[in-house]
């Protein structure tokens, strides 16, 4: 009889986990990151010069719409962010930061208990 055991779940987890991230991540970034930074160039505000290849910033703007406040010193124009969010966006965001944490949370668990 084939039986699962604890780790075989963990690893499970990880691997839905890190599908509903991607998802999280692919439509965080095509429908709000996207068009945040489309009303922001018709303002005639850039995207930030020290993430032109990385994508960081969307991590950024999604952690700026969960927290829904401006920061004081802040690596993307905040105030913009908020300002052209969506309600759509800021579900989108609460789901990108959501998912991605859990991801990491369950990752951790599984390497702490299962690395050798």
């Not at 905040?78 to 990108?96: C, G, I, M, Q």
Request: hydrophobic share 50%; charged share 20%; glycine share 6%.
């Amino acid at each position: 009889m084939n039986e699962t055991t604890m780790e075989d779940w963990f690893f499970i987890c990880i691997g839905v986990m890190f599908f509903i991230t991607a998802i999280a991540t692919f439509c965080f970034i095509r429908i709000s990151g996207k068009y945040i930074e489309q009303e922001m160039k018709k303002e005639g505000k850039l995207p930030p010069g020290w993430d032109s290849t990385i994508g960081l910033r969307y991590g950024i703007y999604a952690i700026v719409l969960v927290r829904n406040s401006v920061a004081a010193v802040s690596f993307v124009d905040d105030e913009s962010v908020l300002r052209y969010a969506r309600k759509k966006d800021r579900y989108l965001a609460f789901f990108f930061v959501i998912s991605s944490s859990v991801l990491m949370v369950i990752g951790g668990i599984t390497y702490f208990l299962y690395a050798s």
